[in-house]
């Protein structure tokens, strides 16, 4: 469409809201200023708005990829951790809209641990996306 990858004018965005809102959330745990709760909240959700409009765009610059190109694999992984963000931080919305204490109620450890493991996978999916445009040159010409 622009003659030129078009999901790294996407990635910055679910990266940086998605770990902001791990930034907020524990800055609300450590001084119980309610605001910060609230802005993690919608951190969280535009940081799921990113990461469908990112995976979006990568299906498109897919299109331009041969199907037998050699660097499948390594794409097959990025895909499989971006998939699993999506989920990751779907759930996270979807627990802190559904119980909006779930900070403070019975269900904090694993709406914290949800938290956590989607802080895991959107660095890997972004290193593992690294990988492939400064490694194997995928969407480089
Ligand atoms: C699930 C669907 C996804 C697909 C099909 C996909 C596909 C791709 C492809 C083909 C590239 C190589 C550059 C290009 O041709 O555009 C790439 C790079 C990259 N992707 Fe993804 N991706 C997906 C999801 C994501 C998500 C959700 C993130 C961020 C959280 C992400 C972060 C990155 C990064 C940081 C790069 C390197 C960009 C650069 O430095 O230029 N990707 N991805």
Redesign the pocket.
């Known amino acids: 469409m622009l003659d030129r ?4 004018m996407f ?1 910055h965005f ?2 940086a809201l998605y770990l902001l809102g791990v930034l907020l959330t524990l800055g609300y745990l450590g001084r119980r200023v309610v605001d910060y709760e609230r802005f993690a909240y919608w951190a969280f959700v535009l940081a799921w708005m990113g ?1 469908a409009a ?2 979006l765009a ?2 498109i ?2 299109g331009s ?1 041969a199907p037998d190109d050699p660097r499948r694999d390594d ?1 097959n992984r ?2 499989t951790s ?2 699993a ?2 989920i990751i931080n779907g759930l996270v919305v979807y627990f802190r809209f559904r119980w909006p204490d779930v900070l403070t109620g019975s269900r904090r450890w694993a709406y914290l641990a949800l938290m956590a493991a989607g802080a895991v996978v ?1 660095v890997l ?2 290193w593992l ?2 990988k ?3 490694d194997l040159q ?2 480089v010409r």
């Open positions: 990858p078009f999901h790294p990635v679910p990266i990461v990112a995976a990568g299906l610059d897919l990829l794409i990025h895909i971006g998939v963000l999506l959107v999916t972004g996306g690294g492939l445009v400064y995928v969407g």
